[in-house]
């Protein structure tokens, strides 16, 4: 008998040449579906695992901070007021300091006008102390070059060298940082000075008064002149 031609118009054979390419294409997608290496996704995953960590504490510095500025910004803002005011502060003492004994014991109105400048530099340093602005008292004190500077050198052996003798202008602290130094006048002469015990555990102090024996050691002066 005779092959019937094919009729490509023919529902059955259609049907019949559309399932010959599905079971042809079957194990290509049998392959593509074909579940990945375990150890790849565990790699993939720890790496994207770091790097959300690193993300997330790159975030948490930033937001450290910025607050830390904020606050540094809240604390330390008044330091240009406050040091025009403890100018304020060194005037009434020279205005004091001005008035003698004789002068307030010989007129009354002097001595109530020096009544009033003390009244008023106290009011002053009261404010000032209730807004963390502190003086400096470096009289009897090893020389620390990050509260004290130097201006000249007193000859006197009964101090220990480096010990502050003398103070030309009153220093302030705000908070825990410097405001203004102190200046003053620093021994000479004297037995070394041993550092204290606090002065041992107080980095700071201890470093400036190494700094300034070693000046002193190696032949330098400072300017004996105010």
């Known amino acids: 008998p005779e092959e019937t031609p094919r009729n490509p118009d023919d529902p059955v054979t259609a049907a019949g040449e559309a399932g ?3 079971s042809a294409e079957a194990p290509a997608n049998e392959n593509a579906a074909a579940p990945a290496d375990p150890e790849v996704l565990a790699a993939e995953l720890a ?3 770091d790097k959300l960590l690193r993300a997330l504490a790159e975030v948490e510095n930033v937001r450290r901070r910025a607050q830390r500025d904020r606050e540094d910004a809240t604390r330390y803002a008044i330091a240009g007021f406050a040091r025009d005011m403890v100018g304020v502060a060194d ?3 020279r205005a004091l300091e001005a008035i003698t004994p004789e002068a307030r014991a010989a007129s009354e109105a002097v001595n109530n006008l020096a009544v009033g ?3 008023t530099e106290a009011a002053m340093l ?5 807004n963390g602005i502190t003086p400096i008292e470096p009289i009897g004190q090893l020389f620390d070059a990050n509260r004290h500077e130097a201006l ?3 000859p006197d052996p ?4 480096g010990t502050v003798v003398q103070m030309v202008e009153r220093g302030y602290m705000l908070r825990d940082r410097l405001l203004r130094p102190a200046k003053v006048g620093i021994a000479k002469g004297g037995p070394r000075a041993e550092p204290r015990p606090e002065a041992v555990a107080e980095a700071p102090g201890q470093r ?3 700094a300034y024996e070693k000046r002193a050691d190696a032949g330098g002066t400072i300017n004996e002149e105010l």
């Open 20 to 22: 010959g390419v599905s």
């Open 47 to 49: 790496d994207a695992k």
């Open 91 to 93: 005037n009434l003492r």
């Open 117 to 119: 400048v003390e009244m």
């Open 126 to 130: 009261s404010a000032l102390e209730r």
């Open 152 to 154: 000249y050198e007193v």
């Open 158 to 161: 009964t101090q220990p060298s």
């Open 208 to 210: 400036g008064s190494t």
